[in-house]
């Protein structure tokens, strides 16, 4: 069975990915379109990270980036099942114990829904604001998810590592998971083996060299090799899909009638994918939910078949 969720809108206004309505949107869409995922039977909905956007990438990039954890938190509120993802959260940006705080207490809030999908960043602007070095950001990445881990399995952990170090300092709340998830995002060799490595999932950004029947044979080969039998979810980016047929423009879209968008995502289930990201063109809210109403109804049942 394949698992699927979505990037949910206004949350992030890239000009790559935004719709000309989210502009004007805000929290009544945002909690719609979350809402319109849980009763869809979605297994997560996701947020972006980004703290501050240099003024030479903000033309393409936009400076609309909600806080991860501030939103995270607001959703869990007005959903009950649904789980809840970054995608991605930067970690190098904080120190492992903020973050650590942040994602236990979330974890609290929700009951146990959080993912913490977590990448190494890319604005090389961004990393120089907050201080933090950029061609450490991979190394500052596996240090801190090996710091998260051992704050997330004690009240009382301990660090060595190279940038943090902490003994003897309790956090509560505790997470109610008992293994609170970490996916790792990327989609180059170094993202993968750290995934392998690392991660209880993979979150790819865009297919790897090879494709994606040789990232994930990588990482199920590098995982064996790690990790033994130790189970990794492994994810997939469907792009931009429409059920039926739009009376509007939607260039770069996959799109058709429900038999044809399942025949397309099983490519992806025939590879071995667990959870599948997907997104949908819309001209409003509304037109979001319901295409993940029909997506729901007439697709996944012929996904899962």
Sequence with gaps: MVAFGMQLPVQSQSTLFAQPWEATAGVTEIVQAA???????????????????PARAAESMSTEWWDTIATLSYLAAVTERVRLLSHV????????????????????????RAILGVGAGHV???FASLGVPFAERGALLDESIDALRAAFSAEFPSHHGHRWR??????????????????VGGSSKPAMRRAAERGDG???????????????????????????????????????????????????????????????????????VDQIQVGFPS???????????????????????
């Design 35 to 53: 809402q319109a995922c849980e009763a869809a039977g979605f297994a997560y909905v996701a947020v972006c990270d980004h703290v501050a956007i």
């Design 89 to 112: 959260y930067v970690l190098p940006y904080r120190h492992p114990l903020m973050a650590a705080k942040a994602w236990a207490t979330l974890d609290a809030l929700s009951g146990g």
């Design 124 to 126: 090389e602007g961004e």
């Design 166 to 183: 902490f003994d003897a300092v309790g956090q509560r709340p505790r997470p109610v998971q008992a293994t609170l998830p970490i996916w």
């Design 202 to 272: 993979w979150l790819p950004q865009g297919p790897p060299e090879g494709g994606m029947e040789a990232g994930i044979r990588f990482i199920r080969e590098h995982r064996a090799a790690t990790r033994g039998d130790d189970p990794i979810v492994i994810g997939a980016l469907s792009g931009p899909l429409v059920v039926g047929e739009p009376g509007w423009d939607t260039p770069r879209c996959f799109r058709g009638p429900p038999a044809k968008v399942a025949a397309y995502l099983r490519t992806y289930a025939d590879l071995g």
């Design 283 to 305: 001209r409003s809210a509304g037109e979001l939910c319901d295409q993940i109403a029909a997506f729901a109804a007439e697709v996944i049942p012929l996904v899962n078949q």
